[in-house]
């Protein structure tokens, strides 16, 4: 008998956590969103023309960016959260973008990270909240070989609208590098 009820309480543990496990991922689950942007101003058409952000959207309206493609030529770029404090610390006074990503050096980021701030060793991108409908600022910053880092570029760019995409799908992502001048 105390094994049938051991054994009954153990079902019930294990579809109360299936319960609150999928209450969780249910409506607070992360959604990804492809968000176009175009160049406002010639430093930034001429560096990377529009561009489209992959973002990941989590709990509580947070966002992170997964990856760029070029909007107007084939050419995408991966990014990785974090970086070191010194890459804030380079922004322009009156900078408001704290969110910090490396830029991969695989594939097209390589490309990408040489226009941005060419002969660094390292890039990041130093981006704000990204959101449909609000344009966006988004700045380089590299490390030199001699351990400095150095504020390369500030991007800007006005919102034109969202891809609509089928599940698992992205624009232009396995298209090859297209970043600054030929």
Same mark, same amino acid.
């Given at each position: 008998?105390?094994?049938?009820?051991?054994?009954?309480?153990?079902?019930?543990? /294990?579809?109360?956590?299936?319960? /609150?496990?999928?209450?969780?991922?249910?409506?607070?689950?992360a959604?990804?969103?492809?968000?176009?942007?175009?160049?406002?101003?010639?430093?930034?058409?001429? /560096?990377?023309?529009?561009?489209? /952000?992959?973002?990941?959207?989590?709990l509580?309206?947070a !966002?992170?960016?997964?990856?760029?493609?070029?909007?107007t030529?084939?050419? @995408?770029?991966?990014? !990785?959260?974090?970086g070191?404090d010194?890459?804030?610390?380079?922004?322009?006074?009156?900078? @408001?973008?704290?969110?910090?990503?490396?830029?991969?050096?695989?594939?097209?980021?390589?490309?990408?990270?040489?226009?941005?701030?060419?002969?660094?060793?390292?890039t990041?991108?130093?981006?704000?909240r990204?959101?449909?409908?609000?344009?966006? !600022?988004?700045?380089?910053?590299?490390?030199?070989?001699?351990?400095?880092?150095?504020?390369?570029?500030?991007?800007?760019?006005d919102?034109?609208?969202?891809?609509?995409?089928?599940?698992? @799908?992205?624009?232009?992502?396995?298209?090859?590098?297209a970043?600054?001048?030929?």
């Open positions: 008998m105390r094994r049938h009820i051991l054994i009954s309480a153990q079902i019930s543990a /294990l579809i109360a956590a299936a319960a /609150l496990s999928a209450f969780w991922a249910g409506p607070a689950a959604s990804t969103r492809f968000l176009a942007f175009d160049a406002r101003d010639r430093t930034t058409q001429a /560096l990377t023309r529009g561009v489209t /952000l992959e973002v990941e959207r989590g509580f309206g !966002t992170a960016v997964r990856n760029l493609f070029s909007s030529s084939r050419g @995408s770029a991966s990014f !990785t959260p974090g070191p010194a890459v804030r610390r380079t922004l322009p006074a009156g900078a @408001s973008e704290s969110g910090v990503y490396s830029i991969v050096q695989e594939g097209d980021g390589r490309g990408l990270a040489r226009a941005l701030c060419p002969g660094a060793d390292e990041w991108v130093v981006v704000g990204v959101r449909a409908g609000r344009p966006m !600022t988004m700045h380089a910053v590299g490390r030199w070989s001699d351990g400095q880092h150095r504020h390369c570029v500030q991007l800007n760019y919102y034109r609208g969202e891809w609509a995409t089928q599940p698992g @799908s992205s624009p232009a992502r396995d298209a090859p590098a970043y600054g001048p030929n």
